[in-house]
């Protein structure tokens, strides 16, 4: 088989990815993953959740995505969106959330919060459109993307030195509290994922695909512009296995949000994704 040098052109345009010269074909496709999501109701208490407290895999540099589509938010309290919790203390907890008029925050926690930042007006409602979020911690900054685009928060209501360790954990992906949701998330969330390092500027162009996200496989390489497949710890492919509907399809420990989940039935599986 003779491989072509990245850049190669098929039909007339330019590929990023290495090219088959035989048969025309990129070596790293991006198969259309899944073509579904879950759709989280808000007002009613709905989460995927694994409440065992497992080893997630990462430490002190990591690096999470997911893609939204956000309906309306509570305003009475936030909306969880993801979180990552020891089931007794907050020691390494990661809490993602939305709050009123579109805003986005993130928590830090290291026995106290030693990070706390707000995006306003981040998201769009009504669920008018997908968008692909991706936050980075590398032990001294916490960034965030959206749409592959760094997005600088406008405010920081505690920004103090910590570090974070890898402990075991559990996940709630849609709701907050344990072991009884509140807060839940009221949008569809396609394929929440996490790796044990950070993700580069060109990673995260490859995994956003120009807004074709369904279209990317997170546990395979595409060429030098994503090689850290190996370092993909969870990847939920939420309702793509309608039997097992937070099927994890990660490296790590597996931590299938099935387990302990309320409220979420193949009913909640819509046929929506980033495409």
Same mark, same amino acid.
């Given at each position: 088989?003779?491989?072509?040098?990245?850049?190669?052109?098929?039909?007339?345009?330019?590929?990023? %990815?290495?090219?088959?010269?035989?048969?025309?074909?990129?070596?790293?496709?991006?198969?259309?993953?899944?073509?579904?999501?879950?759709?989280?109701?808000?007002?009613?208490?709905?989460?995927?959740?694994?409440?065992?407290?497992?080893?997630?895999?990462?430490?002190?540099? +990591?690096?999470?995505?997911? +893609?939204?589509? @956000?309906? @309306? %938010?509570?305003?009475?309290?936030?909306?969880?969106?993801?979180?990552?919790?020891?089931?007794?203390?907050?020691?390494?907890?990661?809490?993602?959330?939305?709050?009123?008029?579109?805003? %986005?925050?993130?928590?830090?926690?290291?026995?106290?919060? %030693?990070?706390? &930042?707000? *995006?306003?007006? !981040?998201? @769009?409602?009504?669920?008018?459109? *997908?968008?692909?979020?991706?936050?980075? +911690?590398?032990?001294?900054?916490?960034?965030? &993307?959206?749409?592959?685009? !760094?997005?600088?928060?406008?405010?920081? /209501?505690?920004?103090?030195?910590?570090?974070?360790?890898?402990?075991?954990?559990?996940?709630?992906?849609?709701? *907050?509290?344990?072991?009884?949701?509140?807060?839940?998330?009221?949008?569809?969330?396609?394929?929440?994922?996490? +790796?044990?390092?950070?993700?580069?500027? @060109?990673?995260?162009?490859? !995994? &956003?695909?120009?807004?074709?996200?369904?279209?990317?496989? &997170?546990?395979? /390489?595409?060429? !030098? /512009?994503?090689?850290?497949?190996?370092?993909?710890?969870? *990847?939920?492919?939420?309702?793509?296995?309608?039997?097992?509907?937070?099927?994890?399809?990660?490296?790590?420990?597996?931590? /299938?949000?099935?387990?302990?989940?309320?409220?979420?039935?193949?009913?909640?599986?819509?046929?929506?994704?980033?495409?």
């Amino acid at each position: 088989m003779v491989i072509a040098t990245a850049d190669s052109r098929v039909r007339g345009r330019t590929s990023r %990815f290495p090219i088959d010269s035989k048969l025309g074909a990129s070596i790293f496709p991006f198969p259309d993953s899944s073509e579904v999501c879950i759709d989280f109701d808000g007002g009613t208490a709905e989460e995927l959740a694994n409440f065992t407290g497992l080893n997630i895999g990462i430490g002190n540099a +990591w690096t999470i995505a997911m +893609w939204l589509k @956000t309906e @309306t %938010f509570d305003s009475s309290a936030p909306d969880t969106i993801f979180e990552l919790a020891p089931n007794s203390g907050s020691n390494n907890r990661i809490q993602i959330r939305a709050t009123t008029a579109g805003a %986005f925050r993130i928590e830090l926690n290291s026995v106290a919060v %030693f990070k706390d &930042y707000v *995006w306003s007006s !981040l998201l @769009t409602l009504s669920e008018a459109a *997908w968008e692909f979020i991706v936050i980075t +911690w590398n032990g001294t900054n916490l960034l965030l &993307y959206k749409n592959s685009t !760094l997005t600088v928060e406008t405010a920081r /209501d505690t920004d103090d030195a910590g570090s974070m360790s890898s402990n075991d954990r559990r996940v709630s992906v849609g709701g *907050w509290a344990f072991p009884t949701p509140t807060r839940s998330f009221d949008g569809r969330i396609f394929a929440p994922a996490i +790796w044990s390092v950070v993700l580069d500027q @060109t990673a995260i162009d490859t !995994l &956003y695909n120009g807004g074709a996200g369904k279209k990317v496989d &997170y546990s395979r /390489d595409h060429g !030098l /512009d994503y090689a850290d497949s190996a370092n993909l710890q969870h *990847w939920w492919r939420i309702g793509h296995d309608s039997g097992d509907i937070g099927k994890d399809s990660g490296n790590g420990t597996n931590i /299938d949000l099935d387990v302990d989940s309320t409220g979420i039935t193949g009913g909640d599986i819509i046929t929506d994704a980033p495409s």
